[in-house]
Every structure is written in C-alpha cells, then in structure tokens.
C-alpha cells in the first residue's frame, strides 16, 4: 500500500494499469515487481507453492521459472525460525530447481551466529526482553557449520564468512578508510567483536554440468596487497 501511494516509487513498477494490490495491501503485483506476503514457518508446500506458480493473470507465466538463473536471499529471517522450518525450506527450493535440467540455484544468507559466548548472551537477552527469540541460531555456533546446512539441503557448493572476516580480507583498504572517516570509526576492537557474530553465507546449486562452466565459480574477490 505504502509503495502504491508514493509517486517515486509507484513510477518503477511499469504500467499502472498492470499493478494491482491484494491481500489487504500486503501484496503487490505488476509487470516488474511482486511483493508477496507469506508465513515461512509453515511447509511451503502450503505457503509458497500456490503462490509463486499460480499467476494473477492467466496471459502471464507463473511468478517463479526454475529455468531462470535465481538468487534467494534471506536477511535475518532463519535465524527467527526453527531449524527444521528453515532446512525445510531450503530443501524445497532446491527440489523444485531440480526439476528443471540447466537450472540455476544461488542463495545468500545473513544473520547472527555463535552467540554461546558471552557477547552473544548478551545480546540474546536483550532480545528476551523484547520478547524475540532466535530459535535457528542455536544449531549454527561454527562458521563450519553454516555451509554444511547449504550442502545438508542439496546445493552443490557453499561458503561461510564472518563479517570481520570478509572486513579484513575483502574490503581494500582505501575503501575501509573512507568508510572509517564516514562513521568517525578510530577503535576497531568494539566493531570486530560485533562483526565475528555476524556472517554472510552462500550455496549454488547447478542443475547440469553446462551450468558450472558458468558458475561454477562464485566466490569473493579478495582485495589488492
């Protein structure tokens, strides 16, 4: 609702006659964007599946084409849910490309992980407090682990990262300069702390051997000496 009634953001969704609200203002369609509201937690086969392969418009091809190269990317949203909703989800998501022979499959996650430590129970706690819980944080307490939950699911490849990791190792150091004069950074010891609880995880799953010449390689670049 909130993009449909602001100029600026209404101008890039493609015609208007083609955008349409549903759902109580939750959902949106149009020729170039979906907004799609959907409980996670439940199997996708109940909360996905009839919504990204059932098309509002009969003249138009469903939301979701396994023959497409896609890119699922999850910002702090397994970390809210159960271990096994999560897994789930990546599970179907991989079977659903499996279906289809050159398919293309990459996901990216962020969140907070490794928080038995006692920076990490401090920021559980504060969440307690406001009554938020992070149920698929718990299995998660190595950045070994992380990957593993990618390969777990059926993607072919997967990497792990922590934030302080790739700040060190990926971020040249004139970029990490202006960033520093940009946040009045001087004490780095603070931010490390908070960025090892932190990481960035990928996987690629490839529907055939064609595709990896391709993409078989999908990783960081690590920055100039």
Not at 72 to 79: G, K
Not at 150 to 172: E, H, P, Q
Not at 202 to 214: E, F, H, N, R, T
Request: overall charge negative; glycine content about 6%; hydrophobic content about 40%.
């Amino acid at each position: 609702m909130a993009i449909r009634q602001s100029k600026d953001l209404a101008a890039t969704l493609g015609d208007p006659s083609g955008v349409s609200l549903g759902r109580g203002g939750t959902a949106l369609h149009s020729e170039k964007y979906y907004l799609l509201p959907a409980d996670l937690r439940l199997p996708p086969e109940e909360s996905l599946e009839s919504t990204l392969f059932s098309s509002p418009d009969p003249e138009h091809k469903a939301i979701l084409d396994p023959s497409l190269p896609t890119l699922l990317l999850f910002e702090c949203v397994l970390a809210y849910m159960l271990p096994s909703s999560s897994s789930r989800l990546l599970e179907w998501f991989v079977k659903t490309f499996q279906k289809s022979q050159n398919s293309v499959l990459g996901c990216i996650v962020y969140e907070m992980f490794g928080l038995n430590d006692a920076f990490g129970r401090v920021m559980v706690n504060n969440l307690k407090e406001r009554n938020i819980s992070l149920p698929g944080v718990e299995p998660y307490q190595t950045i070994e682990s992380l990957s593993t939950r990618f390969l777990d699911s059926g993607f072919a490849a997967a990497v792990a990262l922590t934030l302080k990791d790739i700040r060190k190792a990926y971020i040249d150091d004139g970029e990490l300069e202006r960033i520093s004069k940009l946040e009045f950074l001087d004490e780095t010891e603070e931010l490390n702390l908070v960025l090892a609880h932190y990481f960035i995880s990928w996987g690629l799953y490839l529907g055939s051997s064609d595709s990896s010449a391709i993409w078989g390689h999908w990783e960081l670049t690590k920055k100039r000496n």
